[in-house]
């Protein structure tokens, strides 16, 4: 037996995609009241025909907006958990439009890292983009992206990101009102949401092989298109973009351990480490550092777009 557990913040002037996905969840699937609440909202309960249990929980604001009050409800009340899930929108300057994506948590720039199971993370890229066809939402994109923290930019402390030791993943649709209210795209993110642990009925995801991903833009089509290609069995543990890096000062020596600490989060060992062109030569050079120490092989990005002659 496993245990998920995801938030969603209920508010619709805060979050116009984590209420609707809620609603549909509720409608379609035999979800039980909890017999507690979390900061005085609702949780709700059901468990499939394997057994594991799954947990929805209603907050007043996105789960990272206001840290520093739900650290504690987290550990008091889901530290048992095995992955934990923000499902919200996306948005930003620049930011593509009709995806559907799934994002490890950190702050590159800060080094603290969350947790992340590779493993988990591929279940639900691979659960949205099978949903994704099957409901012929052939406009939208299957997407990971650079790991980041959003409750960052709302002024939370990011020394609270690794106070939490579940697995915490961003899942998200983006990034205008039209997609975010697109009834489709809320019903294939909902349905992915029971396929997390899919590892446990498909034995032949345990042979799945971990990327660390260094440089490249937040979002990189390479990273993505790796992790959903059925040639081979890939995921990622963690992305750290290029500009992060840079703002980070990962070239400096005194912060290489912080790329140890990186690896250290991921709860699978690494089996090879991917650099972008774009990272200037004295990034690429503690990140091949890394690699040797690692005992892994280093390559680069382009070397994604055919993943059965990867070197792992």
């Known amino acids: ?153 709302q002024g939370q402390d990011i020394n609270l990101i690794d106070k939490y030791n579940v697995p915490i993943f961003d899942i998200e649709i983006g990034s205008t009102l039209e997609s975010w209210k697109n009834p489709v795209a809320e019903s294939v993110l909902a349905n992915s949401l029971f396929r997390v642990f899919d590892d446990d009925i498909k034995q032949e995801l345990k042979d799945v092989k971990t990327l660390l991903c260094t440089g490249g833009m937040h979002f990189e089509e390479t990273f993505s298109n790796v992790i959903i290609n059925t040639e081979k069995r890939i995921s990622i543990g963690h992305i750290l973009s290029n500009q992060w890096m840079v703002q980070g000062e990962y070239d400096k020596d005194e912060n290489y351990k912080y790329l140890k600490k990186c690896v250290e989060s991921i709860s699978t060992k690494i089996d090879g480490i991917v650099i972008h062109d774009n990272l200037k030569s004295a990034y690429k050079n503690q990140v091949k550092k890394l690699g040797e120490e690692l005992g892994v092989p280093v390559f680069k990005h382009k070397k994604l777009r055919n993943p059965k002659d990867l070197p792992l």
């Open 1 to 153: 037996m496993k245990k998920a557990v995801y938030f969603f913040c209920t508010d619709y002037e805060r979050d116009e995609v984590a209420p609707r996905v809620l609603n549909y969840l509720k409608e379609n699937y035999d979800l039980k009241q909890a017999n507690f609440k979390f900061a005085d909202k609702d949780v709700y309960e059901c468990t499939d025909d394997r057994g594991n249990i799954y947990s929805f929980v209603e907050t007043n604001k996105v789960l990272s907006y206001d840290y520093d009050l739900y650290i504690p409800l987290l550990n008091k009340y889901f530290g048992d958990y095995d992955v934990a899930g923000v499902v919200n929108w996306h948005g930003g300057k620049n930011a593509p439009d009709k995806i559907l994506t799934v994002h490890s948590t950190g702050d590159v720039v800060g080094k603290v890292f969350a947790p992340s199971n590779p493993i988990y993370l591929r279940n639900l890229l691979m659960a949205i983009e099978e949903n994704r066809v099957k409901a012929n939402l052939d406009d939208f994109t299957t997407m990971t992206e650079a790991t980041h923290w959003t409750g960052t930019i």
